[in-house]
């Protein structure tokens, strides 16, 4: 992968939006893909979804969406003595918590936090300093007193992880906000590589990147409403199971591991038509792929998205993510390069128009 679109993906990563304050990411996202696209196809609207449009040949259309917010926190509370209490934003792991570095994003900037815990060498039981509940992760902005603290930082103030990228090795990466920063990256180069390619498409092709897909995914709903496409293709991260040796995680979800390929789900709301081009673009084009199983209930978009309207095709594809939902989040690049091209290739297929006639 080329160092500008390594750039890409770490400006992405840099870029905080917690969910519910995507605004520094919608601007960012929306002036990359100016580079490609005219103003007037590429909008934000007020809930800062990211829509980019590239008009097809026919009267059908395909929306691709990724979501560009990340798990964070919001203050919830300064007490007298100036500790601060936060609440999850999204879903999240309670017992990570502990001495963790925090940014604290206000209206005057950036704040550095921490998460207190007990001296090491005054710990018995491990058990004694877990966090299980939220109120117990006490935040810390080294300054004493409730005055002063609310000087700083106020009430309803989002909060994120210290953002980081970092690369391990061979095509490894590791940060916070892969889920789904990866998946903006892998639209923002399929839309350059479709333009570039100078192919009109068959279908007019709706890109979104929508906002509070971790509080339940509402935001990509007026899109949908909108729109009406006849195919939504959501691009997301799922789970990588090639970390732990015994197989259960395996057992649990399927086997999908880093480097080995794009995943395509199949199964429970997944269009079977849709799939089978899908999958047979990737072996025409020699586009590694491995398969994981919907079940209907898999907490993607596309459970609401399907029986929108009169029913909407849906399909998913998957980037391999290990430690989701945690500040060091680890995918490899070429399931990146697997999904651009894949996506790319599918999208300017010349059959897709008559499986979207059906």
């Not at 040949?57 to 500790?83: C, E, P, Y």
């Not at 429970?268 to 209930?297: H, M, P, Y």
Request: charged share 25%; proline share 3%; aromatic share 8%.
């Amino acid at each position: 992968m080329r160092s500008s679109q390594i750039k890409l993906l770490e400006n992405l990563i840099a870029t905080p939006s917690p969910s519910g304050f995507e605004e520094k990411i919608a601007k960012f996202i929306r002036q990359g893909l100016l580079q490609y696209l005219p103003k007037t196809r590429v909008t934000i609207d007020f809930q800062n979804n990211v829509t980019a449009v590239i008009k097809g040949s026919s009267n059908k259309k395909v929306m691709i969406d990724a979501h560009l917010d990340q798990i964070g926190f919001v203050v919830t509370n300064i007490d007298r003595k100036g500790f601060i209490s936060l609440n999850y934003i999204g879903g999240g792991d309670k017992s990570i918590l502990s001495a963790r570095d925090l940014i604290i994003l206000t209206d005057k900037g950036k704040v550095n936090a921490v998460v207190n815990r007990k001296h090491t060498h005054l710990v018995e039981d491990e058990s004694d300093i877990t966090i299980n509940k939220m109120h117990e992760a006490v935040v810390d902005i080294g300054t004493r007193g409730r005055k002063k603290v609310q000087s700083a930082v106020k009430i309803g103030d989002p909060v994120i992880y210290k953002s980081f990228f970092s690369h391990l090795r061979e095509g490894y990466y590791s940060g916070y906000g892969f889920d789904d920063k990866s998946g903006c990256f892998v639209l923002m180069e399929a839309i350059k590589e479709i333009v570039r390619s100078k192919k009109r498409p068959i279908p007019t092709l709706i890109f979104t990147f929508s906002s509070q897909e971790e509080t339940g995914g509402g935001k990509c709903r007026p899109l949908v409403k909108k729109y009406k496409p006849d195919l939504f293709i959501e691009v997301d991260v799922t789970f990588a199971t090639d970390w732990e040796d015994d197989g259960d995680l395996e057992r649990e979800v399927g086997k999908c591991e880093l480097s080995k390929g794009i995943v395509l789900y199949r199964g429970v709301g997944i269009d079977g038509e849709c799939f089978k081009l899908l999958n047979s673009t990737a072996r025409r084009n020699k586009i590694r792929t491995q398969w994981q199983a919907s079940t209907g209930d898999i907490g993607y978009t596309v459970q609401y998205v399907s029986y929108q309207e009169e029913g909407i095709k849906t399909l998913i594809m998957g980037i391999p993510l290990r430690n989701m939902h945690t500040p060091v989040e680890i995918v490899n690049l070429r399931d990146l390069k697997y999904g651009i091209d894949l996506l790319t290739s599918f999208l300017l297929h010349r059959r897709i128009g008559k499986i979207l006639e059906r």
